[in-house]
């Protein structure tokens, strides 16, 4: 270095070489970049698009950082010739030739029109009305950084959205179109099935979403949080996401309706089978109810009902359902039918039970009563006279009808008391083997 200017210490011959081959790699990359923005589909997209909202804004604002970065750009080439035309003036530049490099790359002589600013209207730069501005080389880089930055942001955001929403949306409502011609085959139409309204919504919904996507992609464009690299963040999905599983939900009904076409007959034959069960068990009852009314006496025997028409009138409109196709109306009204024909005869098989109840405690009387006599007899006392005696009261009433079921209960157990105090423990004669039979 040698005498001092007004951007400091003058350059020598081997720093300007080296500043100007360093420049000459950075003016080098930076066309590189510019032109691979010039030829991003994104941005081609973005000339050739109808925008809307958010996008329009946005691409006005980088179109406009665009054409600035080429007039910076202009301006630092031209620079970074004029200096190398006085570098190549001779082998060994002159201490005048090493000053004006040192300004031309060191200080702010880098000449840039206001006029070219203006008409720009770059956002990061205050338009003003001056003539021209002037830059360092340095400064025009971080400027030309910037520009370029915010452009290729907004570029790559758009094109990412149209990547991947566009053709998702695309799928989405070819599945739709499919769904909705299974939908039509059996009878799911619009106004006369939930899912049908689904369908409907999900149409318009995806229509609606797939122009927004095309005019205004910025909008679906979740940036990253704490990220500033340019494009970083994601299509927001959240619409088409929503959308896709509620069109998986109706899929999902369809199929069960489908289901429904396929097995209804043999559903419908079970239903009346098992709605004839109950029917019969049902009558069963009534006629138990009568044969206990005249068996047994004072006890309270419940009344039967009759079988519900109610789900005989349901089971012949699922049959016309089934005749008319109409399996949108026949699926949900079968559901319902097997659930309450299931609960239909599970009410009749309790009321059989609560009917025949009487009956049963007769029969367990009946029993008891002949297990004690069989145990009296083992033990020889068959013959005893306060035995036979409860025992012929026991049997009568037992075996009478009218049952009085509370009065032959008393009966037996006064049978049984008898029974217990003859067979209690008794003294073995010496010699002979103690009894050690308990009652079974």
Known sequence: MGVTGPTGPVLDRDEVDRALARLGAEHEAIETSLLALQDHAGRRLLEGAELTGLTRERWTSAEASITLLWTYFDAYTATLRTAREIRSRRRWSSREDLAELTELLRGPCVTVSGGAVATANAPTLASNAKLSEQFTLAELVERMNELYASSLDMVVAADAVWSALPARIDLLAAELQRTRALAHSVGVRPGEHPAGDDLERITRTLTGLREQVVSDPLAYWAPAQGSSAPGGGRPDTTVYDREARALEDVRREIEAVLTVRQDAEARLVRLRDVLSRADRTLAEARSARGEVLAKIAASEVPAVSGPPTVLQEQLATAAEYRRQAQ????????ESLEQKAEDELLRARESLTAVTAPLAVRAELRGRLDAYKAKIARHGLAEDPLLVERYDVARRMLWSAPCDLRVAEQAVL???????????????ERGAPADRRGER
């Open 327 to 334: 399996w949108h109306r026949l699926s949900p009204l079968l």
């Open 414 to 428: 006064r049978y049984q008391q008898a029974a217990a105090e003859q067979l209690g423990p008794r003294v073995p």
